[in-house]
């Protein structure tokens, strides 16, 4: 009896990808409403790199577009550095999304970079140009920033 409780843990996960996504599908991280209605502000490419991440790296979408008014509070705050007009976020769609891991702990800047190279790589992978708020001048070093936006990625070609 003990004895087939091992196997029986080591057929299912060893089972084909097809039947294994079937039943594994319940822990894979999904958007919440909120997460979802900001993404829905972003163009559809920024949507088709978030949908494919969240399904392998748990995150939160905590901005999309970016009206006026919350420019220039964001502004004032020193949270960005554009004015209204200046910021990819005040496109319509957004051509900039800021997204953090899940659960966010805004001191641990070590899952940020680790969730932006997760983020960098898919987009490679999808045909998707973007750049992270964590690496502006696109040279993979972080230390030459003067302002870092640990949960920004943009779109280049637009
Ligand atoms: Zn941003």
Redesign the pocket.
Known sequence: MCLSKPSQVFVVLTLPSPLGAFFFRDSMPAFNQRSRDNLDQCHPDLQRLFNDVVRHFDCSVI?GHRGKAEQEAVFKAGK?KARFGE???NHVPSM???VVPYPVDWQDRERFAMFAGFVLGRAIELGVNVRW?GDWDRDTKTADETFL?M????LMDC
């Open positions: 901005c960005s910021s990819k976020h900039a999304v800021d708020g936006d949960p920004h990625f943009e």
